[in-house]
């Protein structure tokens, strides 16, 4: 795997423009870090998102970004962020894929959010795996 160079990443930030629209393509983003994750590594995958759990204008449906990371072997964490949050796609999502949901209603609770999200891959067999082999790389 061919990594870039500080240049490299410069340049690839620099072409990178805000999005205007308001809300999150939630689907889409999830099938896009799939497929990124896939050509990426083999073996087991780990896909944690951060979001309010509102999908707007995806052309992927939520059956179409569970079947894909189960065809890619992705485990997906959520956090659920904010007040008001959807959480019925996060739980299908995550229970589907042999993930788990964290809630974070507030600023305050992502901290919480993010050391149980710690302590879950810190113990599964997946990150002992994962840590080996960034360990060996």
Do not use: C, W
């Not at 083999?42 to 970004?65: C, F, P």
């Amino acid at each position: 795997q061919t990594r870039g160079t500080k240049a490299d990443v410069a340049r690839t930030l620099a072409t990178l423009a805000p999005d205007t629209q308001k809300g999150t393509a939630l689907y889409d983003a999830i099938a896009l870090s799939v497929a990124r994750l896939q050509e990426m590594s083999t073996g087991s995958r780990v896909l944690v998102v951060l979001t309010d759990g509102h999908d707007l204008d995806s052309r992927s449906s939520l059956e179409q970004a569970i079947a894909a990371a189960q065809r890619a072997n992705v485990v997906v964490f959520a956090i659920a962020a904010g007040a008001r949050t959807d959480v019925t796609p996060l739980t299908k999502l995550t229970a589907a894929t042999g993930g788990r949901l964290f809630a974070a209603a507030h600023a305050t609770g992502l901290s919480a959010a993010y050391r149980s999200l710690g302590r879950v891959l810190g113990s599964s067999p997946t990150s002992r795996r994962l840590a080996r082999a960034t360990r060996s790389a």
